[in-house]
């Protein structure tokens, strides 16, 4: 068990430009969350996802924003025409199914500092 | 969701036992109560969850009283490592998944 990844670490972008995140969750993790933090703030939740399916998605999660999982595993997180607005931590966190062990647990990765410039 | 209100910092003494309280009066029948620590430039990580009155593991204690609408996190012997911030959650628990609102935490400051 490696734990969530999260790739890349840090990514500086240029206002306008789009970027893409990659999150591995842990492998018997059926369930996968993206949570955006703030400097000083705690994380807000964008998104989750049940297997390949997208169940949930914020309000946060403006039609620039899109996220997919699309074989059920690592998901990625996609922003359009980046904004100063949009900088941020990007963190992606995992789950197991209901009933396993700490189900209820979600474990997170090391998130994806953004700097729009 | 409902709202929790925590205190914005913290400082203790290393050894000492170090509580923080959390308030929910809107915490509704089916929510439970979660735990998270945060380390600077690290994600969260889960300390503990509970429903009502007690519950112990090998890190932390949390205290729920009959009416929920506190509970109480207790760190037993506190040391430096144990500096950062920790948010209190209040939310169903729906197929086993908490959805969940992170407020701004309290963060601790342990002295040595």
């Known amino acids: 068990d490696t734990g969530v990844s999260q790739d890349p670490r840090h990514k500086i972008t240029k206002r306008g430009q789009n970027v893409t995140f990659r999150c591995d969750p842990i492998?018997?993790?059926?369930?996968l969350y993206w949570y955006r933090q703030t400097l000083g703030q705690g994380p807000e939740f964008l998104t989750y996802f049940q297997n390949e399916a997208q169940l949930e998605k914020s309000r946060l999660l403006s039609d620039r924003f899109s996220a997919e999982r699309p074989k059920g595993s690592f998901s990625t997180l996609e922003i359009q025409r980046t904004e100063q607005g949009d900088s941020a931590m990007y963190l992606c966190a995992s789950s197991p199914e209901a009933g396993a062990p700490n189900y209820n647990e979600q474990f997170f990765g090391p998130g994806t500092r953004l700097t729009v410039l | 969701l409902a709202k929790t209100t925590q205190p914005i910092s913290m400082d203790s003494y290393e050894g000492q036992e170090v509580n923080i309280t959390c308030s929910h009066n809107n915490i509704a029948t089916n929510d439970y109560i979660t735990w998270y620590q945060q380390f600077p430039s690290q994600g969260p990580r889960f300390i503990i969850q509970?429903?009502?009155t007690k519950v112990t593991n090998e890190v932390a204690s949390l205290f729920i009283p009959a009416d929920r609408k506190s509970s109480t996190l207790s760190l037993p012997r506190v040391s430096l490592s144990d500096t950062a911030v920790y948010y209190c959650l209040v939310g169903p628990r729906s197929g086993g998944y908490q959805k969940v609102t992170f407020g701004i935490g309290t963060k601790l400051q342990v002295i040595p």
């Open positions: 509970g429903y009502k």
């Open positions: 492998s018997e993790h059926n369930r």
